[in-house]
């Protein structure tokens, strides 16, 4: 059974950081594109960023320059720091595990609520 788990959400003033982390348990993370999605209240879920095996990663034209993810492949851990953050960030925030690179998410976490005040 493979488990995703986010942590490090929370309550934040506008301008300032946080961290997320995704750990993954089982044996597919290596192998897996590591995604993070976020939705804020009604609105639909949308694609904040992605990072292959091979450590390529793309961004959300929303969120490019201010958001970094990286992966730790020892701990199965995927990490997106936030920082310059905006009230418009304010969602939960979700990783996600597309295994076979299909586009097609496998597996997700619970999520994390991040919120942004102005």
């Known amino acids: 059974q493979v488990q995703l788990v986010e942590s490090g959400g929370g309550l934040v003033q506008a301008g300032g950081s946080l961290r997320l982390s995704c750990a993954a348990s089982?044996?597919?993370?290596?192998?897996?594109?590591m995604y993070w999605y976020r939705q804020a209240p009604g609105q639909q879920r949308q694609w904040v960023a992605f990072i292959t095996n091979g450590g390529r990663r793309n961004y959300a034209d929303s969120v490019k320059g201010r958001f970094t993810l990286s992966r730790d492949n020892v701990k199965n851990t995927v990490y997106l720091q936030m920082s310059s953050l905006k009230p418009e960030d304010t969602a939960v925030y979700y990783c996600?595990?597309?295994?076979?690179?299909?586009?097609?998410?496998?597996?997700w976490g619970q999520g994390t609520q991040v919120t942004v005040s102005s």
């Open positions: 089982g044996s597919i993370f290596s192998a897996s594109t």
């Open positions: 996600a595990a597309d295994v076979l690179t299909t586009g097609t998410m496998d597996y």
